[in-house]
């Protein structure tokens, strides 16, 4: 490499650093200018504790997750309810109670011809 070369690269190495020293604050100045005018305003409220009283309606289904058909094993009239309708139960629990007049006026029936069979059988065995 000649003299001449070797000069030109010099200047121009000089110069490159010359021009990246030089700009730092103008590069700052810019950097902060671009950033101030990306900044959108945003305007905002004070939060409070308050009730709210307006409802919106919407058509919808409610579907429970667990959904039992009940039904009596004897049919009668109902005399007792023990729980109201869209509580929480569970299994062997009582719900409702039936008139038994009907059902203990048969068991006395039942039990009377018992009686009368066991009685029968008795008889017939003595007589044999």
């Known amino acids: 490499m000649n003299k001449r070369q070797l000069l030109f690269a010099f200047f121009?190495?000089?110069a490159l650093v010359w021009t990246s020293c030089g700009n730092?604050?103008?590069?700052?100045?810019?950097?902060?200018?671009?950033q101030a005018e990306k900044v959108v305003p945003v305007s905002f409220g004070v939060a409070s504790h308050e009730i709210v009283t307006g409802t919106i309606s919407y058509p919808a289904t409610v579907k429970p997750l667990n959904e039992a058909d009940l039904y009596a094993e004897?049919?009668?009239?109902?005399?007792?309810?023990?729980?109201?309708?869209?509580?929480?139960v569970s299994a062997g629990q009582a719900l409702y109670e039936i008139d038994g007049t009907r059902y203990n006026a048969a068991?006395?029936?039942a039990?009377?011809?018992l009686q009368v069979a066991q009685t029968d059988l008795d008889r017939q065995k003595r007589d044999l």
């Open 12 to 14: 121009l190495g000089t």
């Open 24 to 34: 730092k604050d103008a590069k700052k100045q810019g950097a902060a200018q671009a």
């Open 111 to 113: 039990k009377a011809s």
């Open 74 to 88: 004897v049919s009668g009239y109902i005399t007792k309810i023990y729980v109201s309708d869209g509580a929480v």
């Open 107 to 109: 068991v006395q029936q």
